[in-house]
């Protein structure tokens, strides 16, 4: 018997939506590297080594130069966080 398992196509945009509104991930930023992806974010202080966290898609949502305040943040708004190295 032979035995043929397909794999559907998944989109770019049906990557992003998994875990919407349910999982963020956490990631160390130079404030540098903050400020270049994200123009509203010119008044940080270049130079420094903060935390960002971001939806699922790649929304950014907090930044801090403390890990545990991310971390309650993600906590209070029901997301499950995971870490990018």
């Known amino acids: 018997m032979t035995r043929t398992n397909?794999?559907?196509p998944v989109?770019?945009?049906d990557l992003a939506s998994i875990g919407e509104g349910h999982l963020a991930y956490l990631r160390r930023m130079s404030?540098?590297?903050?400020?270049?992806r994200f123009p509203s974010a010119?008044?940080?202080r270049p130079g420094l080594k903060l935390?960002?966290?971001?939806?699922?898609?790649?929304?950014?949502l907090a930044v801090s130069?403390?890990?545990?305040?991310?971390?309650?943040?993600?906590t209070e708004n029901e997301l499950m966080t995971v870490s990018i190295h």
């Open 31 to 36: 404030s540098d590297d903050i400020r270049a």
């Open 51 to 60: 935390w960002a966290l971001f939806s699922a898609d790649g929304t950014p």
């Open 42 to 44: 010119q008044s940080i």
């Open 6 to 8: 397909s794999i559907a």
């Open 65 to 74: 130069d403390d890990r545990g305040s991310i971390l309650a943040s993600a």
């Open 11 to 13: 989109s770019q945009s």
